[in-house]
């Protein structure tokens, strides 16, 4: 996982296989990182980047909604799912609620 930041934006890059075990590995970093984010600023972008994720387990979309929630709509986006893992924010209803591109 990496990250990126510009302006106003945190973008969290993943890859590989988000499966239950490398979820756990990654939720504390990941929070850790945005929370740091966050603190810097007023208004917040955050983007989930899924162009090099082959998987995604229920622990993923599980992260995905906390983050959903906590920034909203507008504030929260993913980007570059592969089409099997689109398929998997689709069959759980993800794609009518967050943004995904």
Same mark, same amino acid.
């Given at each position: 996982?990496?990250?990126?930041?510009?302006?106003?934006?945190?973008?969290?890059?993943?890859?590989?296989?988000?499966?239950?075990?490398?979820?756990?590995?990654?939720?504390?970093?990941? +929070?850790? @990182? =945005?929370?740091?984010?966050?603190?810097?600023?007023?208004?917040?972008?955050? !983007? /989930?980047?899924?162009? &090099?994720?082959?998987?995604?387990?229920?622990?993923?979309?599980?992260?995905?909604?906390?983050?959903?929630?906590?920034?909203?709509?507008? +504030?929260? @986006? =993913?980007?570059?799912?592969?089409?099997?893992?689109?398929?998997?924010?689709? !069959? /759980?209803?993800?794609? &009518?609620?967050?943004?995904?591109?």
């Amino acid at each position: 996982m990496n990250f990126t930041e510009y302006d106003n934006t945190l973008r969290c890059i993943f890859s590989g296989k988000l499966d239950t075990l490398t979820c756990s590995n990654l939720e504390d970093v990941l +929070n850790k @990182r =945005i929370v740091s984010f966050l603190e810097k600023q007023d208004i917040a972008c955050l !983007i /989930f980047d899924l162009s &090099e994720v082959d998987y995604v387990s229920s622990a993923f979309l599980r992260i995905c909604l906390c983050y959903f929630r906590s920034a909203g709509k507008k +504030n929260f @986006r =993913i980007e570059n799912p592969t089409q099997e893992v689109r398929k998997v924010f689709q !069959i /759980f209803g993800f794609t &009518e609620i967050m943004n995904i591109a």
